[in-house]
Structure formats: structure tokens, C-alpha cells
């Protein structure tokens, strides 16, 4: 869903628009919660940081004045999402086990998809978030810019150090 088609379903959710609500949720809900737990580490976590940003989706669309809402609706999980791990911090709840595979693959793609989740996660937050916000939620990378609040030269930079790593981490393999 491009970012005009994105806008007219949320003037139509302000309308009161369950169906927009619905396909919006519907075009969103992988990249969203894929981000969460890319970024927490914690599926449980993550779960909580996903029905917030709908939650709050829903009950206070952004501004139709919001140029790219999409880039709004993954710095909002973004955001939550570091609140999140801040909170787990405070409580001192890290947890151990390994993160879920969030798109619940079957076959035989089932042990790639895990080591791509492995090498995902042994790469540092910023380029992990990077990484994710690019290949699951779509955006260009001066959106990511804007979701991150780092130039956009540092985030491509980022972007093809995540890579290089990913390629030696899977190699190694």
C-alpha cells in the first residue's frame, strides 16, 4: 500500500471506516511485529509493542497533515519498541530464549528462515532496525532517515555494513 493510498484510509478510519482499519492492518501487521521483535529481541514483548501501535492506530489516526504515514506508523513501534526494551532493563527481565520465528514458515525453508533470524540478531539494534525497516516495512531509506533520526547517508552506510555481516555470518554456515 503506497503512502496515498495509506492517507485515504486513515481519513476513512477517522470517518469511523472499519474496513479501512482492516486493510490497513492487514498490509501492516507482518512488517510491524517482524520490526518488534527484531528490535526487542522478545516475542511476548514484541506481541504487546504490536497490538499498542494498532491500538493507537485506530483510536488516534496521525494527522492527515502527516506526509508519510507509514514512516510515522514504524517510528511509533520503533518508539515503543525502545520503551519496551527500557522497561525490560529497568525490571531486569531480559530474556534468554531465542526469539520466535514470527512469520511461522513450514518445509523446508524453516531452517534458512531460522539462521537469517540468527544472523538478524547477532547484528547490532541500529543496523538490525535498519535492515528491517528496509527489507519488511518497505520504506526508502531517507524514511528510515526520518524514523531513526540519523542522516541518510549513515543510514545506507549502516544498511551495507548490516549486509556485509549478514553475508560472513551466513557463509560461515
Given at each position: ?46 506481541e ?12 488516534s ?51 534458512e ?59 560461515i554456515?
Amino acid at each position: 500500500m503506497t503512502d496515498s493510498e495509506l492517507k485515504l484510509r486513515l481519513d476513512a478510519v477517522r470517518a469511523g471506516d472499519m474496513t479501512a482499519f482492516e486493510e490497513i492492518y492487514n498490509d501492516l501487521k507482518t512488517p510491524v511485529m517482524t520490526l518488534a521483535v527484531r528490535m526487542t529481541g522478545d516475542p511476548h514483548t514484541a506481541e504487546d509493542i504490536f497490538q499498542e501501535v494498532f491500538i493507537k492506530l485506530y483510536r488516534s489516526p496521525p494527522d492527515p497533515t502527516i506526509a508519510k504515514p507509514r514512516a510515522y506508523i514504524f517510528r511509533m513501534a520503533s518508539n515503543l519498541a525502545i520503551d519496551g526494551i527500557r522497561r525490560r532493563q529497568r525490571q531486569n527481565e531480559i530474556p534468554l530464549e531465542e526469539t520466535e520465528d514470527v512469520l511461522s514458515c513450514k518445509g523446508p525453508d524453516l531452517e534458512e528462515k531460522m539462521d537469517v533470524e540468527k544472523a538478524l540478531s547477532a547484528l547490532p539494534d541500529a543496523e538490525r532496525s535498519i535492515v528491517t525497516l528496509h527489507v519488511n516495512g518497505g520504506l526508502k531509506f531517507r524514511e528510515i532517515a526520518q524514523v531513526t533520526g540519523l542522516p541518510s547517508g549513515t543510514v545506507l552506510w549502516k544498511y551495507r555494513r548490516a549486509l556485509k555481516r549478514l553475508r560472513t555470518f551466513l557463509e560461515i554456515k
